[in-house]
Nanobody, 121 residues
């Protein structure tokens, strides 16, 4: 049974940082490109960052480019998202998921519970 468990969210002041983690179980983690998604209040879920199987290449939505860094630890089936210079517009629930390729915008697997990020001015 595949499980994706996100953690690391919280309440942070604008300009601050958070580091999100996603631990995957029940799948061959290193086989999949992975992505971080977020769903802001009243909006649809969208992908913000993705990474290839090996971690050699990463891709970012324009809204987070230069501020967020995605990485992965295949040995520990863990996906990470370092978020710096946060703004209130980054407030959302964040989720990880496998993706078909590094340019995909849809998750392949069921969704975890997500982790909430709230940024105040």
């Amino acid at each position: 049974q595949v499980q994706l468990v996100e953690s690391g969210g919280g309440l942070v002041q604008s300009g601050g940082s958070l580091r999100l983690s996603c631990v995957a179980t029940g799948l061959d983690f290193s086989y999949y490109p992975m992505g971080w998604f977020r769903r802001a209040p009243g909006k649809e879920r969208q992908i913000v960052a993705s990474i290839t199987r090996s971690g050699a290449r990463t891709y970012y939505a324009d809204s987070v480019k230069g501020r967020f860094t995605i990485s992965r630890d295949n040995a520990n089936s863990t996906l990470l998202l370092q978020m710096d210079f946060l703004t209130p517009e980054d407030t959302a629930d964040y989720y990880c998921n496998a993706i078909a390729n590094s340019h995909s915008t849809e998750g392949l697997l069921g969704w975890g519970q997500g982790t909430q990020v709230s940024v105040f001015p």
